[in-house]
């Protein structure tokens, strides 16, 4: 679990696609479905907090490039 494609995939096997069209909301909603998933209890701590990282790692890296571009406009 590395990427933001390799939690799309994890979410897929479980029936939930997320595409909102804003890759920062994806994310957003993608920490939803996975909080849920867990809360439900078919995802292991292990998994979740993998998962967990990899979103908030991803999601830094957008609010930096959104306010990068906000600030070189």
Known sequence: MKTLYDVQQ???KFGVYVYVGKRIWDIELMAIEIDH???AGVLD???YARVKLVLTHE????AEHAR???THH
């Open 37 to 39: 998933l867990y809360q």
């Open 59 to 62: 999601h830094r890296i957008e």
């Open 68 to 70: 990068d571009e906000h």
């Open 45 to 47: 701590a292990k998994t």
């Open 10 to 12: 994890l979410l897929k």
